[in-house]
């Protein structure tokens, strides 16, 4: 298992392409994932009750769809609260992609990402979708180009890939994403797309995706808003030449590391680079009962608002993680907690058994003033953990948000 | 019912005093209230797993004393993760006061806000408790420096009160509280006291606070972080002279309404006060199946960190409020509702059956500048309804908590 260079185009037979269609002013604004031949698909998505056009279209895609041939992906707009219409409009956004591909619109993907109730602009979107078809390219430049493509407030890109070896053969598996703002994806991520050219059946793809996320997309959370629009697809178009992978043996075992690898990866870019964030921030939560209670526990650390905005000012303000643990709903006895903290300049015991140790404070604000901060918690209760990323609360992330539509 | 001068003073036979002890810097630190003759008494404190020592105190006060005769306050330190030392000077707080105020130590609830995990200066706390015991004064100014004394992040103190009539009696309830940061209270606010000279049982006075609750503290956020020490007390000391109240009949409902009056307004000014805020956001749910999902919604929609900061920049972005609706766990139709902002100055319909409106952008943003702004969200699905109030999330909120404890 290697990371290697690339995103969506690092495994072999997907091309990408990212545009400027007009929809945003002056940025990419519409990104295309094309399969040469068919692949298999699997996709996770929100939770939300209220669910956008595209999100609503994925799902019938992946359940009834034969296979999957393309994603077209625009950003500006959400797509979402836009009634019969956006639905409307969304069916003529694939219809637009599988024409200049000539492919059928069911093996279409979609995904829009921005405001929410607004309508696409259509005319725009046509277009868009033929210069995007135009614009197919292998190697990793284009992957980037549609990384960049689906961003709204993003600093940067997301791309990760690996590269495995099952049957003998070499498989890649790439992927991008977005996050930065209403970051806190119950089932996917706000959007992401992973590649592979593995061979493998619809049903374990979807199977190892849906659990993959509980340990990946699911363990972040920016500011705790899930968005309407979450929507992760996983295409695998068997061009790797491996046995098709149809059991839990050890080449699904191989892939399912492979693919937490890039998840996990695109995931903490995604938390690093929330609106506003100045530092990643990742929770462990070790010694608890059961899974369950950790992944309770860390969430609702990385999530308060007094947890954010202290590692933001680089405060050890610890009372403050034993409060979010405190009202997480998990039961614990705080009288055994034992809290460090630790980045790559060092590690510091902040408090135990629940009281604080005699830490210098000096020494705590250095560590906290790295760019990526890790924090564990230790109940002493059983062997059960769970790790979860967030980031800091910044003025930049009221600033953002304050005026987000103008 | 009429509102009256006064807060936790406001009743016949309540002293009460604040008073600089030293325990911050320059500001008053330390509160006292008192009643003349023994109290029935009644508290609902937080839920969190990791209570303060006031906290565990006052749990068994409530439930195992016969009467409460006196409340000591102090700011500055939560007296939260102090292990048994901090178990140990919250006694000697309560200790102090009985000792000055010649009364029983059981008769004693204590309570504290500030930083979590530091210990109390106990000295400072001891001289404090004779202090205030020797300042004990009745009247309205006496009510004000108490709830001055126990404010922390606070921008102004927090006082209500009300007299209503009973058996032909005149029975006065007021009540102070503190809120601003750590503000998500679940059975109670960050700290309350309220006081009356009604007569009533303590069994039903319990029965009415922890009622009262559920539509008042507990519908208030500020940060969604639920705090280690939220306690509200009642004293109920009897010298209106009224037939003691043992029954659920007319004059329980009357007192409810009083309590309920108080309750609400000191809540509504806790949000209004909230951290950084710059105006209070009250969001109302109708048209719900059952209540339940009426304050789950609510509750989302005022917790969210999107939606608080668009109120703060005056935008009507409302996707993000279906947004919040949609994650809060409760099935409805997003095609069916329907979506209201108003203020003294106007109202304004912005969503239709899910759909945006052809609203002015002009009228929405100038409703949306207010001191007070209103939402309202029509689920058309049944009659149930609720009300929760919080407050937007501005750059001082941040810059509050990323340096609090220096």
């Known amino acids: 298992m290697k990371l290697i260079n690339g995103g969506v185009t690092a495994a072999q037979g997907f091309l990408a392409s990212g545009v400027y269609a007009g929809i945003k002013k002056k940025r990419k604004d519409m990104a295309l994932v094309y399969s040469t031949v068919p692949a298999a698909q699997a996709g996770t998505f929100t939770t939300n ?232 921030f990742e929770m462990q939560v070790i010694g608890a009962e059961t899974e369950e209670e950790a992944v309770i526990l860390s969430k609702s650390i990385i999530t308060s608002s007094l947890v954010k905005t202290a590692i933001f000012g680089n405060d050890a303000n610890w009372g403050r993680i034993l409060c979010a643990m405190g009202y997480a709903g998990v039961n614990f006895d705080p009288d055994h907690v034992d809290l460090y903290i630790e980045s790559p300049d060092g590690k510091l015991k902040l408090v135990e058994n629940g009281m604080a140790t005699d830490y210098s404070e000096e020494i705590a604000t250095s560590i906290l003033s790295g760019k990526e901060v890790k924090a564990t918690a230790d109940l002493k209760a059983g062997k059960a953990s769970a790790t979860a990323w967030g980031c800091d609360l910044s003025y930049d992330y009221v600033k953002i948000n304050a005026d987000y539509r103008s």
């Open 49 to 280: 009750v209220v669910k956008a056009a595209p999100v609503k279209w994925d799902i019938i895609i992946t359940q009834e769809s034969e296979y999957v041939q393309a994603v077209v992906l625009n950003s500006g707009v959400a797509n979402a609260c836009t009634g019969v219409e956006g639905d409307q409009n969304n069916e003529k956004m694939a219809q637009a992609v599988a024409e200049a591909l000539k492919i059928t619109v069911n093996a279409v993907y979609t995904a829009s990402t921005g405001v929410i109730g607004k309508q696409l602009p259509i005319d725009v979107i046509i277009e868009g979708a033929k210069l995007l078809a135009g614009e197919l390219t292998e190697g990793s430049e284009a992957g980037t180009n549609a990384a960049q493509a689906i961003m709204t407030t993003d600093t940067y890109s997301k791309e990760c890939a690996v590269s495995f070896v099952i049957d003998g053969k070499e498989v890649k598996l790439g992927g991008m994403a977005k996050g930065s703002g209403m970051i806190h994806p119950n089932m996917a991520t706000m959007l992401g797309v992973v590649t592979t050219d593995l061979a493998i059946s619809k049903e374990l793809l979807q199977e190892a995706l849906s659990a993959d996320v509980k340990k990946s997309f699911n363990m972040i959370s920016v500011d705790r808003d899930t968005s309407t629009n979450d929507s992760l697809l996983l295409l695998a178009n068997g061009l790797a030449g491996n046995k098709a992978i149809t059991e839990k043996n050890e080449n699904y075992e191989s892939f399912c590391k492979a693919l937490n690898i890039v998840t996990t990866d695109l995931a903490k870019k995604m938390a690093a680079d929330g609106e506003g964030a100045t530092k990643l």
